[in-house]
């Protein structure tokens, strides 16, 4: 079958030589790449900083090799809207960070967590979480935020709460 092409990622349940059944949707990164002119460092920094966990996976063949990366349509859709503006717009696209759990606030919805400055220095903040997880995020445990920013300063929530409205 040789090299994948978007078109057949649109069909359902594509059988690829080495991948398997591929579901609904998913769009092999490279090709992705490839059609927006977009490198492939790039496309791993956009990965890190701009999508969530849940907009892309990879997958290894069944002999094993390198394993190749799928994006979801969401994640297609954000890679995309990401090219257009050239990262000039912090308001079309999120930016995802990195952090470590401090513990619980005294809200219920929210959580003490350990992000990184500019600098490189840790710093306190407040972190919005869905009420269902705050029990599961003890101190030490590390986990991806949203970060908004809007003149009156930047706020955090949790990666599950991503897409719903800024809460204050």
């Known amino acids: 079958m040789g090299r994948i092409r978007v078109s057949e990622c649109r069909m359902e349940n594509v059988s690829v030589r080495g991948q398997g059944n591929i579901p609904t949707g998913m769009i092999l990164q490279r090709e992705l790449c490839e059609e927006l002119g977009i490198l492939p460092g790039l496309m791993r920094r956009i990965r890190a900083d701009h999508l969530r966990t849940q907009d892309w996976f990879t997958k290894r063949g069944p002999n094993g090799g390198r394993p190749s990366v799928w994006l979801t349509e969401e994640g297609e859709r954000k890679v995309r809207i990401y090219a257009e503006v050239q990262g000039d717009s912090p308001q079309l696209v999120h930016t995802f960070l990195d952090a ?9 919805a929210r959580i003490w967590i350990a992000i990184e400055n500019g600098e490189g220095e840790l ?7 869905p009420i269902n997880l705050k029990n599961r995020l003890v101190r030490g445990k ?17 990666e599950k709460l991503a897409g719903y409205p800024a809460t204050s």
């Not at 590390?142 to 949790?158: C, F, K, L, M, N």
């Open 123 to 129: 710093v306190k903040r407040g972190c919005v979480v």
């Open 142 to 158: 590390p986990i991806r935020v949203e970060a908004v920013s809007d003149r009156d300063g930047t706020t955090y929530r949790h």
């Open 100 to 108: 470590t759990v401090l513990g619980p606030a005294p809200h219920k």
